[in-house]
């Protein structure tokens, strides 16, 4: 990795601290802003991805210390909860929202002009989606595991069984 200008090293120093200073609900801005920068200073876009989308404070850190020439600090994570540990209410709330918000994007997504039978348009039918960040991965990990949920890839999540199929 080659070293960014210091112009860039100090933009990046200030906004580290501004994440770090920011609640959790007014942080993205600065989240979207760090990786704007950090791209400018050619690191690895595949690898910063994953960072910026977790908001991986302490990895974020250590791709700043990698910049600025010092020495990195091996992270030690602490392991994911399992089922047994996260409350079911939470589960059964986290479901219902996402049900929710499954539903309101179809019901976006069809009231657009050109979807329908009248209009001759194609049917667009939302089948998954990303799950919202107002649960952790741990929890939308759990429902997939209790059946509730499916993985589709690339972070998106779709119902097992809506029961939203008509069948005439």
Excluded: C
């Amino acid at each position: 990795m080659q070293q960014p200008s210091p112009q860039l090293l100090d933009e990046i120093k200030a906004k580290l601290l501004a994440i770090e200073s920011a609640d959790a609900a007014t942080a993205g801005p600065h989240w979207g802003a760090m990786h704007k920068l950090l791209l400018k200073a050619k690191v690895d876009g595949s690898s910063l991805l994953p960072i910026v989308g977790r908001r991986d404070f302490a990895e974020l850190k250590n791709v700043v210390a990698k910049l600025r020439g010092e020495e990195v600090v091996a992270i030690v994570r602490e392991p994911e909860p399992v089922i047994a540990e996260i409350d079911p209410s939470i589960l059964q709330s986290a479901l219902k929202m996402f049900r929710r918000r499954m539903k309101f994007s179809r019901l976006d997504a069809e009231s657009k002009l050109g979807v329908g039978p009248m209009s001759g348009g194609a049917n667009h039918r939302i089948e998954s989606m990303i799950p919202p960040k107002e649960f952790p991965l741990a929890v939308w990990d759990a429902l997939v595991l209790a059946g509730k949920l499916r993985r589709e890839g690339q972070g998106f999540y779709s119902l097992v069984d809506d029961g939203t199929q008509v069948h005439w």
